[in-house]
């Protein structure tokens, strides 16, 4: 395909360049089964990275995994576009159906657990596939999205981070290669090459928080107090990457060094050593143990409230959330699972 010198910025060359500096700085392209996990709604952001990786990762595999959370009426219409387009680049395609309301947990939004659900479902796939790597669409704009919406709402420093560009859960990598493009650049890359993706309708209602900030807040922002704000939110998160690395490695350092014997547990803690700490050590650790353990995301005022009743209570029970209960009883702090909620 021939562009012009207006368009240079979005040619094969270009684009390429930026793939293998993402793959290496990330670290996809080292992957060690040869294989990718792509994870596909059908719109512009991940049918701009499905392209990329079909374009430039030819000689490896490439799974596309697609999730129908089954909330829209034609959420069977997305799917359908996916294994459509996933058929005409020869591409092998997997379908996961979710039923939001009898998978979403006590006192969850749908977009909160639309986006564990999803999470688990990939990660699925990706062990029945034998993959390593799953790779997502976030971009720019999803970053600076982000940190802003956890700000607003009451944030520490690891949501203020944003989206990482690159994180692990349940062993499985999970890869961000279109975090530093935006979402009308990625669009472009589709137009020039007639490249069609699906709209989500719903991704313009204003009742969700996220969409009022994407709609509304940030273009008032961008018109009336800095026309720069995306880059500048998204530089801002990504200099607080740095503080957050250095408090989670404190946190693993913290929580192997309050581990006690499992006893068949899903985890427990020595609470004389959870309570020499400082109240910032502490939490922490806490914050630790829910990564380790793959649970919910604790708020900053349940954390604090769970890191006093260590340090003032005796016995006592918290209710983490998610099915996950933690007592404390005899000087030993343990973590269960079990279906009161």
């Given at each position: 395909?021939?562009?012009?010198?207006?368009?240079?910025?979005?040619?094969?060359?270009?684009?390429?360049?930026?793939?293998?500096?993402?793959?290496n700085?990330?670290?996809?392209?080292n992957?060690?089964?040869?294989?990718?996990?792509?994870?596909?709604s059908?719109?512009?952001?991940?049918?701009?990275?499905?392209?990329?990786f079909?374009?430039?990762?030819?000689?490896?595999?490439?799974?596309?995994?697609?999730?129908?959370?089954?909330?829209?009426?034609?959420?069977?219409?997305?799917?359908?576009?996916?294994?459509?387009?996933?058929?005409?680049?020869?591409?092998?395609?997997?379908?996961?159906?979710?039923?939001?309301?009898?998978?979403?947990?006590?006192?969850?939004?749908?977009?909160?657990?639309?986006?564990?659900?999803?999470?688990?479902?990939?990660?699925?796939?990706?062990e029945?596939?034998?993959i390593?790597?799953?790779?997502?669409?976030?971009?720019?704009n999803?970053?600076?999205?982000?940190?802003?919406f956890?700000?607003l709402?009451?944030?520490?420093i690891?949501?203020?981070?944003?989206?990482?560009?690159?994180?692990?859960?349940?062993?499985?990598?999970?890869?961000?290669?279109?975090?530093?493009?935006?979402?009308?650049?990625?669009?472009?890359?589709?137009?020039?090459?007639?490249?069609?993706?699906?709209?989500?309708?719903?991704?313009?209602?204003?009742?969700?928080?996220?969409?009022?900030?994407?709609l509304?807040?940030?273009?008032?922002i961008?018109?009336?107090i800095?026309?720069?704000?995306?880059?500048?939110?998204?530089?801002?998160?990504?200099?607080?990457?740095?503080?957050?690395?250095?408090?989670e490695?404190?946190?693993?350092?913290?929580?192997k060094?309050?581990?006690?014997?499992?006893?068949?547990?899903?985890?427990?803690?020595?609470i004389?050593?959870?309570?020499?700490?400082?109240?910032?050590?502490?939490?922490?650790?806490?914050r630790e143990?829910?990564?380790?353990?793959?649970?919910?995301?604790?708020?900053?005022?349940?954390?604090?409230?769970?890191?006093?009743?260590?340090?003032?209570?005796?016995?006592?029970?918290?209710?983490?959330?998610?099915?996950?209960?933690?007592?404390?009883?005899?000087?030993?702090?343990?973590?269960?699972?079990?279906?009161?909620?």
């Amino acid at each position: 395909m021939e562009l012009n010198k207006i368009n240079y910025k979005y040619s094969d060359y270009v684009l390429k360049k930026y793939f293998f500096s993402v793959g290496n700085e990330q670290g996809f392209l080292n992957n060690n089964n040869n294989s990718v996990l792509i994870g596909v709604s059908g719109g512009g952001d991940s049918v701009a990275l499905l392209w990329m990786f079909k374009k430039f990762y030819a000689d490896k595999k490439i799974i596309v995994a697609h999730i129908n959370h089954n909330i829209r009426n034609n959420s069977n219409d997305d799917a359908e576009f996916v294994k459509n387009l996933c058929a005409e680049w020869n591409l092998k395609f997997i379908l996961s159906n979710v039923d939001i309301n009898s998978e979403k947990l006590k006192g969850e939004s749908v977009e909160t657990s639309a986006r564990r659900i999803r999470q688990q479902k990939l990660i699925n796939i990706a062990e029945n596939n034998n993959i390593d790597s799953i790779i997502l669409g976030h971009n720019l704009n999803d970053m600076a999205e982000t940190v802003l919406f956890n700000i607003l709402r009451g944030t520490g420093i690891r949501g203020a981070a944003g989206i990482l560009p690159v994180n692990e859960i349940a062993g499985i990598k999970f890869y961000r290669p279109l975090i530093n493009l935006t979402r009308e650049y990625l669009r472009e890359i589709l137009r020039l090459r007639n490249i069609k993706w699906c709209e989500d309708y719903t991704n313009n209602d204003t009742d969700y928080t996220r969409n009022f900030i994407r709609l509304k807040l940030i273009p008032f922002i961008e018109e009336n107090i800095n026309p720069g704000v995306i880059n500048h939110l998204a530089d801002f998160g990504q200099d607080l990457r740095i503080l957050r690395d250095h408090e989670e490695l404190k946190g693993h350092e913290l929580l192997k060094l309050a581990k006690l014997e499992n006893d068949k547990k899903l985890l427990r803690l020595n609470i004389k050593f959870l309570r020499r700490l400082s109240d910032y050590e502490r939490k922490l650790l806490i914050r630790e143990s829910g990564r380790e353990l793959n649970l919910i995301t604790l708020s900053r005022n349940k954390c604090e409230k769970f890191s006093e009743l260590i340090k003032k209570s005796g016995s006592f029970e918290f209710q983490w959330g998610g099915g996950i209960f933690v007592t404390a009883s005899e000087g030993v702090l343990t973590y269960e699972r079990n279906n009161r909620t």
